[in-house]
């Protein structure tokens, strides 16, 4: 597991980011199962990243429907976050992509 204090640092607004999130499912017999789900989207927004209740706002399209979600930072279950583009912003929180869902420059980490 990569360390947290990394991780914040890594991370900013604008970056095409990958979230490796723990699930666990019941299968058919009752058993529980642990798998990895994969989340990629862009981090609109990084709330309080150097304290125990930090998070990341990362924002994606699915099927022509945007879909977001709220990572806390410190949670158990986020097993590492990688970072694979970063787009050119100017602001620190980007929620004016949810209404105009602009294509920006990205190079590639």
Do not use: C
Not at 25 to 33: F, I, P, Q, S
Not at 98 to 105: E, P, V, W
């Amino acid at each position: 597991m990569a360390d947290i204090a990394q991780i914040k640092t890594e991370i900013k607004p604008g970056m095409t980011v990958k979230v490796y999130e723990k699930i666990k499912e019941l299968d058919t017999k009752g058993k529980e199962k642990d798998r990895i789900q994969v989340f990629e989207g862009m981090v609109i927004a990084l709330r309080s990243p150097h304290t125990a209740s930090g998070t990341v706002t990362i924002r994606k399209i699915s099927n022509g429907v945007g879909v977001e979600k709220i990572f806390p930072l410190n949670s158990p279950l986020i097993e590492k976050i990688v970072p694979t583009k970063q787009a050119q912003v100017r602001r620190a929180k980007l929620y004016y992509l949810r209404s105009y869902g602009k294509k920006m420059k990205e190079k590639k980490i």
